[in-house]
T-cell receptor, first 114, second 113 residues
């Protein structure tokens, strides 16, 4: 069964460093998302991406964040200068579009900023 | 504004019993989708069940069913015949229109032998 994959599963970085989180959505899906979940809290929407551009973003998704689909399969989230409060689980999700309602989530990347 | 409320921080149930996890929502959009996800201790988000706002019948997926009461704006998850592996965090989520998902705070379910 097709699934969303994410790498790395865990990442530890120093405050101020850049990180890139990678995702491979389900191959025929058209809509892509990033969410984050701070430890012990609910899942929060960051950004959605369709047709090679951002379709919606939350207040969390400020200038420090960017997304890219560099090729036909990968979907990346970059945090330019990480802060302590960026420590969270980051989930990528994809949706088929057209008739596809459900967003399927990847296993997540645990980011720890020291 | 969209809002999802899960009032039960934690629930306990014995193996083989049924359990209902509560979820209420608020949206002004006439078209929306309601979802339940399971998050085990390993952290991944597993899709369980979906209900569309115009669906006439309650959704069912194996041991999971969604008790959708549109007038009351509730979308409770019912797990029949609980298993030890059902112990996890459960999140209710809503997608108004074709927007993104808004999640509730979750309910921790513990299934005891």
């Amino acid at each position: 069964e097709p699934e969303v994959t994410q790498t790395p599963s865990h990442q530890v970085t120093q405050m101020g460093q850049e990180v890139i989180l990678r995702c491979v959505p389900i191959s025929n899906h058209l809509y892509f998302y990033w969410y984050r979940q701070i430890l012990g809290q609910k899942v929060e929407f960051l950004v959605s991406f369709y047709n090679n551009e951002i379709s919606e973003k939350s207040e969390i998704f400020d200038d420090q964040f960017s997304v890219e689909r560099p090729d036909g399969s990968n979907f990346t989230l970059k945090i330019r200068s990480t802060k302590l409060e960026d420590s969270a689980m980051y989930f990528c999700a994809s949706r088929a579009g057209t008739r596809g309602e459900t967003q399927y989530f990847g296993p997540g990347t645990r980011l720890l900023v020291l | 504004a969209q809002k999802i409320t899960q009032t039960q921080p934690g629930m306990f149930v014995q193996e083989k019993e049924a359990v209902t996890l509560d979820c209420t929502y608020d949206t002004s959009d006439p078209s929306y989708g309601l979802f339940w996800y399971k998050q085990p201790s390993s952290g991944e988000m597993i899709f369980l069940i979906y209900q569309g706002s115009y669906d006439q019948q309650n959704a069912t997926e194996g041991r999971y069913s969604l008790n959708f009461q549109k007038a009351r704006k509730s979308a409770n998850l019912v797990i029949s015949a609980s298993q030890l592996g059902d112990s996890a965090m459960y999140f209710c989520a809503m997608r108004p229109g074709y927007s993104t998902l808004t999640f509730g705070k979750g309910t921790m379910l513990l299934v005891s032998p």
